[in-house]
């Protein structure tokens, strides 16, 4: 019995350890990521997010607003970006990275001064079983700079977002419900609703777990989730004041409720990228 306790403990920290040293492989140290340019604008800041990345996208169908189709994503090291999988119904063969305004080719600040947008092909993308997250890789290393930085990942050592607490989202999709889409990353502020009032608003699923979060956002703000937002990371700033990946919006629209869905970063989904990520 005492034997085969000790067996099970020295696998876990074997397998532990094995993570950790993946970890060490192919993403950013736990002191680099998820720094930031802070704003205190209600509108994403230039530099504020680096890790945010602009996914244009081609329709399967031509739709009738081509240059709109879009999505985001977040960057987790020089090679692979998260966003979610339901963008994967379009054609997608590029992503841009320190992307600001999305009609211009060079991003600004006086600041940080001025840096072309980055545009890097996707040289393959893949998904985890039932998780609505898809993983892109890059077909070459990314050069970090001012405007362009890896989020943490959720691992042990930072803490999670609790019930009530504030999460923040970005992307270039439609603003509030005027048909309009975003030159500029949007900064949505939401809160992780509880059960009970996640049932209250009536949700394809009714209660948090461990893949899914359900968020209350501001509904009379021009900063809402909205179509072409799929991607966006859902971000949560830890106690050691990075920022971190908590989730990422699946596929939102503009319903009137004051309410979203997030798809959860899970423990299980953090060990499978790691093995499944190389250098």
Same mark, same amino acid.
């Given at each position: 019995m005492k034997l085969a306790l000790l067996v099970s403990i020295l696998a876990f920290f074997s397998k532990a350890q094995s993570l950790q040293n993946l970890h060490e492989n192919v993403l950013p140290s736990f002191k680099t990521c998820g720094l930031q340019s802070k704003s205190m604008q209600k509108s994403s800041g230039v530099g504020e997010f680096p890790w945010l990345v602009f996914i244009p996208l081609e329709s399967r169908i031509p739709p009738i607003f081509p240059d709109k189709l879009r999505c985001a994503g977040v960057l987790?090291?020089?090679?692979?970006?998260?966003?979610?999988?339901?963008?994967?119904?379009?054609?997608?063969?590029?992503?841009?990275l320190g992307q600001y305004n999305s009609m211009q080719n060079v991003t600004c600040s006086s600041r940080l001064g001025c840096?072309?947008? !980055? =545009?890097?092909? *996707?040289? =393959?993308?893949?998904?985890?079983?039932?998780?609505? *997250?898809?993983?892109?890789?890059?077909?070459?290393n990314?050069?970090?700079?001012?405007?362009?930085?890896?989020?943490?990942?959720?691992?042990d050592s930072f803490s999670r977002a609790q019930l009530g607490e504030t999460v923040y989202t970005s992307g270039w999709g439609e603003i509030n419900f005027a048909?309009?889409?975003?030159?500029?990353?949007?900064?949505?502020?939401?809160?992780? !609703?509880?059960?009970? =009032?996640?049932?209250?608003?009536r949700l394809t699923k009714t209660e948090n777990d461990e893949g899914?979060?359900?968020?209350?956002?501001n509904r009379n703000s021009n900063d809402i989730p909205c179509r072409g937002d799929d991607g966006s990371p859902i971000m949560y700033r830890s106690s050691t004041g990075q920022m971190v990946l908590e989730g990422i919006l699946p596929h939102p629209y503009?319903?009137?409720?004051?309410?979203?869905?997030?798809?959860? *970063?899970?423990?299980?989904? !953090?060990?499978?990228?790691? =093995?499944k990520m190389r250098p």
């Open positions: 987790i090291n020089r090679r692979y970006v998260l966003t979610s999988i339901h963008c994967f119904q379009h054609y997608m063969t590029k992503v841009r840096d072309p947008v !980055l =545009e890097i092909d *996707i040289e =393959e993308k893949f998904g985890f079983k039932d998780v609505n *997250i898809g993983v892109l890789r890059l077909a070459k990314v050069q970090f700079s001012s405007y362009i930085q890896p989020i943490c990942l959720p691992f048909g309009a889409y975003s030159f500029i990353p949007k900064k949505v502020k939401q809160s992780i !609703l509880s059960n009970a =009032e996640c049932s209250n608003n899914f979060m359900c968020l209350r956002y503009c319903t009137g409720k004051s309410v979203s869905e997030g798809i959860k *970063i899970r423990s299980d989904f !953090l060990t499978w990228l790691v =093995e």
